[in-house]
DNA sequence: CTACGATCTGGAGCGAGGTCTAGATCAAGT
DNA sequence: ACTTGATCTAGACCTCGCTCCAGATCGTAG
């Protein structure tokens, strides 16, 4: 099996903006700021191919940074990874914080979710039917 | 048994701010960018007395705030609000827009959630059993 | 009266997360 | 060879949402 595959072509960094949502100009802010795991290869003339591998590593960040992993963590975990085996343990802390964040993220937003759903019945109710009690009027 | 209940007496900014979450600075700050419905009373010597309906339009507030509605948005809700009745209609429009923003959100954040849980099953296994796929291994 | 803490105003500063510009270079099509 | 479009670098700039300061004033407790 291994050997076989084809080898994907690397990709040129407005490939890789396409694939990953991300712009050309925040790709290349992320390297700067080391949130890459290894350095993007060049191409004898300077221009970025990145791999397979780089594309994947993206997606993640990207679905991280959805979900509001600040940089600086993001970052954290990219040296993590950047320094190899061994530390896996500390790898899954990262994430599991992180998704307990998001848990508590999603939780917070439904709250959100069922007031404003609420108050959205409110104008229904009052628009539907004249007066209604609840809404702001700052003339009573 | 209108007229009969105790009115409430105004609140300092402070006590907002206690009560609410906001701070004092965030206050003043939200006030000055035209986010508060009316303009808050004052005592003689100057300071804010918040009334019980202030504080209404803040918790909201926060709750929007919480699930990401920009400061633009609700500005232009306490502008429809400010004007009075009449315009009902807008405002529940643009409630319903940002509730299903909200929606969008969490369903955007449950599939974060997912791919990191995922991830995360994939580290675990890793140092429950030794060597695992799926692993970012640069030396590899 | 004196202290002391809370509040006042206007405006500067900050951190996050990019975005954009200028001017040069590379690479592909004709 | 020439044109066109993508990319390169360094660094300036931007928006958002506050946060913090300086210096003055208020108001309450002793």
Chains 1, 2 share one sequence.
């Not at 960094?13 to 100009?25: F, K, R």
């Not at 500390?90 to 993220?105: M, S, Y």
Request: glycine letters at 10%; one cysteine or more.
């Amino acid at each position: 099996m291994a050997g076989t595959e084809t080898p994907a072509p690397p990709l040129s960094i407005g490939d890789v903006a396409e694939q990953t949502g991300l712009s050309v100009h925040a790709l290349r802010f992320y390297e700067r700021e080391g949130l890459l795991v290894g350095p993007v290869r060049r191409t004898s003339g300077g221009r970025r191919r990145y791999s397979a591998f780089d594309v994947d590593w993206l997606l993640i960040c990207v679905k991280l940074r959805e979900s509001g992993m600040p940089l600086a963590d993001l970052k954290q975990f990219a040296e993590l990874v950047r320094h190899g085996p061994g530390n896996e343990a500390e790898r899954l802390q990262l994430l599991e914080a992180h998704r307990r964040r998001v848990d508590a993220q999603i939780q917070a937003l439904e709250e959100c979710r069922s007031v404003i759903a609420w108050k959205v019945g409110v104008y229904a109710d009052h628009l539907a039917r004249g007066k209604a009690e609840g809404l702001w009027d700052p003339t009573t």
